[in-house]
């Protein structure tokens, strides 16, 4: 019911735009939370939109760096990666919660790539 998407391979200082469509699910009624997993590593919560009031929070990794957005038109969140480090390879992972503070997640997208790499 979400399909992550837009992953790839980017040199340092690039930018990547991910995206999470979802089909059957309506995203507004959700917090939406990026999450990702590097090789050997756990998984990171990166950034976090909310549904209420669109706050949206930022893993300090990131800050500055990664922008959260939602389109309600398409029901697709997107996740603007720009200054892109080796640090920031892994999959990511779009997922839904009913509030950002929340510890338990609802429904998960597939992963996305995202390889930083000269």
């Known amino acids: 019911q979400l399909q992550a998407s837009g992953g790839g391979l980017v040199q340092p200082g690039g930018s990547l735009r991910l995206s999470c469509a979802a089909s059957?699910?309506?995203?507004?009624?959700?917090?939406i939370v990026w999450f990702r997993q590097a090789p050997g590593k756990e998984r990171e919560g990166v950034s976090c939109?909310?549904?209420?009031?669109?706050?949206?929070y930022y893993a300090d990794s990131v800050k500055g760096r990664f922008t959260i957005s939602r389109d309600r038109a398409k029901n697709t969140v997107y996740l603007e990666m720009n200054s892109l480090k080796s640090e920031d390879t892994a999959v990511y992972y779009c997922?839904?919660?009913?509030?950002?503070?929340?510890?338990?997640?609802?429904?998960w997208g597939q992963g996305t790539l995202v390889t930083v790499s000269s």
């Open positions: 939109i909310s549904s209420r009031d669109g706050r949206r």
């Open positions: 059957g699910l309506t995203l507004d009624y959700y917090a």
């Open positions: 997922a839904t919660k009913e509030v950002c503070s929340a510890t338990m997640t609802s429904y």
